[in-house]
């Protein structure tokens, strides 16, 4: 059997198996274990925050800048805040409050193309920071351990785009203390401190829900990807961007007639996706690429090529029974071990990505819906109470080294 009619044969297997389970009402599989209960948590009542109210220069303003940042994928930072301020776990008494929020919005520094750009942020950051310690108590009761800060830039609080530059620099030493939302998740990492909060990309919902095709349509594409492969300007040998990840998909896959990938972006992408049995999610070193959301909104099974991941809200949804992981070393190999993977196996992943809360979570709706993302945080800072005695300082105990970190942040900002 040439390759071709092998596979016809192969996606005739699985699209007759995916009507079979179509004709069921596509019947959703309950998420056993503490995964599936802890994503349906509501913390309502159950914690406290207290919004800082910072001139609009950390926030506001940039926005009015460059309204851009509502739409990339790092504007978690402005929706986080948007839906903080009318959310009933808001208190106005801090006093009362579980925890504490600094809404600035450090990834709003674009580039003509968008690119955000965080040479500022540090300088940014520390400022805000300086302004909470002098007008309010509470930062100076715990120097932050009590305080979140939503931080999505690509290598969260090591506010560098480039990975030796960021780790280099490592996490804002004003940030040690504090707990950390961020996109950026890679375990043994300097950019990740114990305790944060790994979150989605912002992936805008309304232009995703607006691409939806019927759940019944056969899925005919047996592995899919769009995306850059190669780092043309920075990294033209593919060995950098994504940890090579991304070259090695497409030095071994571009004439496989199993991989439909190319760095075109047809119109037809979204249901492209939902025509696909495998999305390939080519990380690298991180979780903020938007097709992790934009698999798991589109019951498509996320192919997740990043050693060492740490993926958004971990502790909530169970990635190793809705997703493949494939080690980096083994990309050459992506062919033989996705089309090992039994037809029955595929169709219980399909019916986990069905779940609706599953995809609720990687979402930032506006109006927020309940057990969304901004849910899924607020679940995540739950969990975290009640917080230790050892985080207060005792009267005059200093912590962390306010003249640390390169000189050009210590500069005013």
Request: aromatic share 12%; glycine share 6%.
């Amino acid at each position: 059997m040439n390759s071709w009619m092998w596979v016809f044969a192969l996606l005739s297997v699985y699209a007759f198996a995916w009507r079979i389970s179509a004709d069921h009402n596509v019947r959703t599989e309950r998420i056993s274990g503490s995964a599936g209960d802890v994503l349906e948590d509501n913390p309502i009542g159950r914690l406290k925050v207290y919004v800082y109210e910072l001139p609009s220069k950390y926030n506001k303003k940039i926005l009015q800048k460059d309204p851009r940042c509502l739409t990339h994928m790092f504007a978690a930072e402005i929706f986080v805040h948007r839906f903080l301020l009318s959310s009933p776990v808001r208190t106005l008494n801090p006093e009362e409050a579980d925890w504490f929020y600094t809404p600035i919005y450090a990834t709003c520094d674009l580039t003509p193309t968008g690119l955000p750009l965080p040479f500022k942020s540090p300088r940014m950051v520390r400022s805000a920071i300086q302004l909470i310690s002098s007008n309010w108590p509470h930062w100076n009761r715990t120097e932050g351990a009590d305080h979140f800060f939503v931080v999505p830039h690509d290598f969260g609080a090591c506010f560098h785009y480039q990975e030796e530059k960021a780790i280099e620099r490592g996490i804002l030493p004003l940030l040690q203390r504090a707990t950390l939302v961020q996109t950026f998740g890679q375990r043994n990492h300097v950019c990740l401190n114990e305790g944060s909060i790994t979150i989605p990309p912002y992936a805008p919902p309304q232009k995703m829900q607006t691409h939806l095709i019927p759940q019944e349509t056969p899925r005919s594409i047996f592995v899919y990807f769009r995306g850059l492969f190669y780092d043309v300007n920075n990294d033209p040998e593919g060995g950098y961007y994504a940890r090579g990840a991304r070259a090695a998909v497409w030095e071994n896959f571009k004439n496989n007639p199993l991989f439909d990938i190319s760095t075109d972006h047809p119109t037809t992408y979204y249901e492209d996706m939902q025509r696909a049995i495998f999305c390939l999610c080519p990380l690298g070193w991180a979780p903020w690429s938007p097709r992790l959301v934009e698999a798991v909104v589109f019951g498509c099974i996320p192919v997740i090529i990043a050693d060492d991941i740490v993926l958004p809200f971990a502790d909530a949804i169970p990635w190793e029974e809705i997703g493949v992981y494939v080690a980096e070393e083994d990309v050459p190999n992506l062919d033989t071990i996705l089309t090992s993977i039994p037809p029955e196996v595929i169709l219980r992943k399909q019916r986990l990505l069905a779940n609706p809360s599953m995809k609720r979570a990687m979402m930032f709706p506006q109006p927020a819906q309940p057990g969304d993302a901004f849910h899924q945080i607020l679940n995540g800072l739950a969990r975290k109470l009640p917080h230790k005695k050892s985080v207060y300082l005792k009267p005059g105990e200093k912590v962390l080294n306010w003249t640390a970190g390169p000189v050009g942040d210590l500069k005013p900002w």
